[in-house]
């Protein structure tokens, strides 16, 4: 190593040739050798995740099995996921019912079939966009929150704190809440399916003047007890991947403030993420044994 | 001395150490206070904390290298060093508070190896440990008398009222007036949230108490506040101490045996990790000029090291 207290012309012939190695551009080999590397890491890092995620999962259903959850923490999870999101949940439902009629009525119009359009708006309605942004308002509200609280608790020593008194902190901060997300996600979902609904036929039948009696009577022939098992069979999952990724997150969080907000952004952008995915393989699967029970659904 | 298993007192001369250092054998019957003391040097069977040539990677460095170290029951030992080098990762991974990206060696509770137990296993046996955390780690969500019932609600069939008294007992045992009991953690000062989760610490009635820097970020009468009660807690409820500081003073106050980590980054491969351990007095009379500059406190050549690593690598 050259010293640098002193120049170069004060430079001897070995710190020359330290400086010449330490100053020269690498070489292509040495510039492959080190994409590799990089790239050896990322994939590293993302086998290390999902190992570390899955064993995370993993543990949550074990403690789940082996310890009765108490009820004050599972009440209070109820609390917070379910009755603190219902507001948000039914507003959203409702509005997106309304836009559907507005977007949808234009087209239904000019094909004169305006009266079919509750089947559509239903439809869509119960199968995918109440199910859907149910899990979404619930990843934003829910899953960040239940990040940045951990996540805190984690900075702060608090999950620490936990694990040295001899409470497992899996059992005690995460089974409620993922127990929250996962059976009051479908309450969630179908109060969206019906605010949806009826923000959607309200819309339809007071501002857009289509008849009320064929506008249900096409409601109720083409959504079907299948198309609502979809919706809320899906939002199962859904509600699943909410609290696993949240809780991931929280427990894993990194130290200090900006920690905490990765952690709620993380959350929020890998629980949407994997909505859709799954959303999308639900949706291919649920077809298919919709097909072989021989439902063929139709609007038109 | 040091890490090396050669170089490790035995059992028997540990005890003469301890013996002739604070209760000379002259003097003859031991006093009162000396009980726990007394009660760590006389049992048999295998010590109480062994900690069998541990290695930690944390985040990709290396943290801890080959510790091993033995601690007997009832002993108040003091794990100073400056910060980086491992302190607060070996307490945590004594009860396995925290999951490094490599770990080796074992940790021995009374023989009874901790990473060898079931999760189940290892949550029970955690239950032996009182923890005081650097922040006290209260629960933010619940008041300070929820906080310290926590572990008896948790763990005990104890009813609201038993709890109540506890609670209040354990208050005024670190000196917080009752009122503090429906307060949130927010709304009290640093040394009085310390002094709660010391509170906590104790609601199970622990064999041993971890400590994790005590007196850090409190003024001078306060930090020793924490020292008395470290040292009223070690004989009201006789339990063993570890605490890892880098408080001098309070180190010498409390511990029996100080036991100083050097970073492994400043540290040849084959270099033990332990660089001293010995008594308070001990300490004072090292030659190694590690330890006595961290005692001193002095800078040395530290600065001028550091300002040397970042100025720019290439001459002009």
């Known amino acids: 190593m050259p010293d640098i207290s002193k120049k170069t012309s004060e430079y001897g012939a070995e710190e020359i040739t330290d400086l010449v190695k330490l100053s020269r551009r690498p070489t292509l080999l040495e510039n492959i050798q080190q994409y590799v590397e990089e790239i050896g890491d990322v994939f590293a890092s993302r086998v ?113 704190a936990l694990t040295s008194m001899g409470t497992n902190p899996i059992w005690y901060l995460v089974v409620p809440r993922f127990l929250g997300c996962l059976l009051l996600i479908p309450a969630l979902t179908v109060m969206a399916d019906v605010m949806g609904i009826y923000g959607g036929a309200y819309y339809c039948v007071h501002v857009l003047g289509i008849e009320s009696g064929p506008y249900w009577e096409n409601s109720y022939h083409f959504v079907g007890g299948f198309d609502i098992f979809t919706g809320i069979f899906k939002s199962l999952f859904f509600g699943a991947a909410i609290a696993l990724i949240a809780c991931h997150q929280g427990f894993r969080c990194d130290a200090g403030a900006e920690g905490v907000g990765k952690a709620a952004t993380v959350s929020f952008v890998a629980s949407f993420v994997m909505i859709l995915f799954i959303d999308l393989i639900l949706g291919i699967v649920l077809e298919r044994v919709n097909q072989m029970l021989g439902n063929v659904p139709g609007i038109v | 001395m040091s890490d090396h298993p050669d170089e490790t007192p035995t059992l028997s001369k540990r005890r003469r150490i301890i013996v002739n250092d604070v209760y000379p054998a002259e003097e003859g019957e031991y006093p009162a206070e000396a009980r726990p003391l007394e009660r760590a040097v006389v049992e048999d069977g295998p010590p109480f904390l062994q900690v069998e040539s541990l290695s930690v990677v944390f985040q990709r460095n290396p943290v801890l290298r080959a510790i091993r170290l033995t601690i007997n029951r009832g002993e108040t030992v003091a794990i100073i060093g400056e910060s980086g080098c491992g302190k607060t990762v070996f307490l945590k991974s004594l009860i396995g508070l925290i999951e490094p990206e490599y770990r080796q060696g074992n940790v021995l509770f009374d023989g009874n190896d901790f990473y060898g137990m079931t999760t189940r296993q290892q949550t029970r046996e955690r239950m032996r440990f009182g923890f005081v955390f650097q922040q006290a780690a209260l629960f933010d969500s619940m008041s300070i008398g929820e906080n310290i019932s926590f572990p008896l609600e948790q763990h005990t069939m104890k009813t609201d009222e038993e709890m109540e008294a506890i609670v209040l007992r354990l208050l005024a045992e670190v000196g917080l007036p009752p009122s503090v009991h429906a307060k949130r953690p927010g709304e009290l000062s640093g040394g009085m949230r310390k002094r709660a989760g010391f509170a906590r610490a104790l609601a199970m009635g622990p064999e041993v108490m971890l400590y994790d820097e005590p007196t850090t970020g409190l003024d001078p009468i306060m930090s020793d506040v924490i020292n008395e009660l470290i040292i009223n807690t070690k004989k009201q409820h006789e339990v063993t101490g570890i605490m890892v500081t880098h408080d001098m003073k309070s180190a010498k106050k409390v511990a029996d045996r100080i036991i100083m980590f050097y970073p492994l980054s400043r540290l040849e491969p084959e270099e033990p990790q332990i660089i001293f351990d010995g008594t308070p007095e001990e300490i004072d009379r090292c030659r190694d000029p590690r330890v006595s500059q961290f005692i001193r406190g002095e800078a040395r050549e530290r600065l001028m090291e550091m300002t040397e690593a970042y100025k720019p690598q290439y001459p002009e």
């Open chain 1, 48 to 160: 290390i995740y999902v190992g570390d995620f899955t064993s995370f999962a993993g543990n949550v259903f074990y403690w789940m099995g082996v310890k009765t959850v108490r009820r004050d923490a599972l009440a209070r999870a109820f609390y917070q996921i379910g009755v603190l999101s219902l507001p948000v949940v039914m507003l959203t439902g409702m509005f997106i019912g309304m836009v559907l009629a507005v977007q949808c009525h234009a087209q239904f119009k000019a094909i004169g079939m305006a009266e079919r359009l509750g089947g559509a708006i239903n439809l869509s309605l119960v199968r995918e966009l109440g199910p859907v942004l149910a899990a979404v308002m619930l990843a934003g509200r829910v899953g960040c929150s239940i990040a940045a609280e951990l996540g805190t608790m984690r900075v702060t020593e608090q999950i620490d």
